[in-house]
C-alpha cells in the first residue's frame, strides 16, 4: 500500500452532558473536512483522547468514519 497525501489526526468529540463519545459531532466534523482535498483521517490516534474511549465507543468512532 502506497500512502500519499494528507491525513488529518483528527479530535474525538465528546458529549458535555455525560462525557460519552459524541458520534454525531464526528460524523459532522468529518463530513466538513471532506468538503478540502484531504487524503484520509485517523481517527483515535495521536490526538490522545483514544484513552477516553470505552470497548464500545473506540469501533464505533472507526465505522462512523467509514461511514462518512
Do not use: C, H, Q
Not at 16 to 25: C, P, R, V
Not at 49 to 63: N, Y
Request: proline share 6%; hydrophobic share 45%; charged share 20%.
Amino acid at each position: 500500500m502506497k500512502l500519499e497525501g494528507v491525513y488529518l489526526p483528527v479530535t474525538t468529540p465528546f458529549l458535555s452532558n455525560d462525557g460519552g463519545f459524541d458520534a454525531e459531532g464526528l460524523a459532522s466534523n468529518l463530513s466538513a473536512w471532506s468538503e478540502v482535498p484531504i487524503a484520509g483521517v485517523l481517527v483515535a490516534g495521536s490526538t490522545g483522547e483514544s484513552v477516553l474511549l470505552d470497548s464500545d465507543e473506540f469501533p464505533a468512532a472507526v465505522r462512523g468514519a467509514r461511514e462518512v
